[in-house]
């Protein structure tokens, strides 16, 4: 039921999960997320600017979130 209403009101990347020792664990997940590589092999690939765009944007979605 709490699975059916995650998904019901919009947290498409909801879950349960069932350990060894029977354990059922389920998470709620928003579809709101951001991935982006900003280095590569211990390399900066960005400007600390787009860094900061980049928190900006994130912390829209966290308010979002809330």
Same mark, same amino acid.
């Given at each position: 039921?709490?699975? =059916?209403?995650?998904?019901?009101?919009? %947290?498409?990347? =909801?879950?349960?999960?069932?350990?060894?020792?029977?354990?059922?664990?389920?998470?709620?997940? =928003?579809? +709101?997320?951001?991935?982006?590589?900003?280095? +590569?092999?211990?390399?900066?690939?960005?400007?600390?600017?787009?860094?900061? %765009?980049?928190? +900006?944007?994130?912390?829209?979605?966290?308010?979002?979130?809330?």
């Amino acid at each position: 039921l709490q699975h =059916s209403v995650a998904i019901d009101s919009g %947290f498409r990347n =909801s879950g349960i999960t069932v350990g060894r020792g029977g354990k059922i664990t389920m998470a709620v997940r =928003s579809a +709101h997320c951001l991935e982006v590589p900003l280095s +590569h092999k211990g390399r900066l690939m960005v400007s600390e600017e787009y860094i900061e %765009f980049l928190v +900006h944007v994130a912390n829209q979605k966290m308010e979002e979130n809330i």
